[in-house]
């Protein structure tokens, strides 16, 4: 496991001090030990309560739930959509079919499914 920077990637602060002047624990990847207040991500209590039983990735670390690949290991030069709820990855470019435009929320099927919601039907695993 790769050493924790212990000061947050998206504020600068640490875990006495968040950007509202707060103490709060950040959430560490298991890739490359970068570190995020919860709050700078706008990740739920159930979300931060799964990273801290599960770990969590940082967009960069993060593997695509199709291909498997994150953006750093990928030859595809393009970002993970990224689930709000769930937090999983995706390449737009591995959706299937592949929307007209990339969209700016993006929620997985499974989470959709959860909320009520109608699936895209777009993720092959």
Known sequence: KPQVVPICTECL?????????EAESLVSCYGCGQSVHPSCR???PELVHYF??????CDDCKPCIV?????????KSE??????????GIHYSCLS?????????????????ARGMQPNGNIKK
Do not use: A, F
């Open 97 to 113: 079919p592949i929307p007209e435009k990339r969209p700016k929320v993006w929620n997985c099927d499974d989470c959709r499914l």
């Open 13 to 21: 602060g640490t875990e006495s001090c968040n950007p509202v002047g």
């Open 52 to 57: 801290e039983q599960h770990g969590w990735t």
């Open 79 to 88: 970002d993970l959509l990224v689930c709000e709820y769930c937090d999983q």
């Open 42 to 44: 706008v990740y739920s």
């Open 67 to 75: 291909c498997d690949e994150s953006p750093s290991e990928s030859e």
